[in-house]
């Protein structure tokens, strides 16, 4: 079982950054591939960026590369999701996903971007 609690969304104007953070509980954190996703209002939800267990593989959504950047710090049970440059489009309710023999999923933190 691993639960995942994501934190660091908030109001941001555009062209700003946050630092969103998934902690992670248990002892079994390395052997998942790690993955962010997001859903916008009125709409599906949506890959952003996903990581390797040993944080030596990543992979973007088209509509992020370049402004968004993915991290583990397997040591702290924590996957990171530095976001620059932050435009209206990107306003959602991020999740961070376990992704092994069985998926988890957090709860969501809201990341709102004003224009």
């Known amino acids: 079982q691993v639960q995942l609690v994501e934190s660091g969304g908030g109001l941001v104007q555009a062209g700003g950054s946050l630092r969103l953070s998934c902690v992670a509980s248990?002892?079994?954190?390395?052997?998942?591939?790690m993955n962010w996703f997001r859903q916008p209002p009125g709409k599906e939800r949506e890959f952003v960026t996903a990581i390797n267990r040993s944080g030596g593989i990543t992979h973007y959504a088209g509509s992020v590369k370049g402004r968004f950047t993915i991290s583990r710090d397997n040591a702290k049970n924590t996957v990171y999701l530095q976001m620059n440059s932050l435009k209206p489009e990107d306003t959602a309710v991020y999740y961070c996903?376990?992704?092994?023999?069985?998926?988890?999923w957090g709860q969501g933190t809201q990341v709102t971007v004003s224009s």
């Open positions: 248990g002892r079994t954190f390395s052997r998942y591939d």
């Open positions: 996903n376990a992704d092994g023999p069985v998926n988890y």
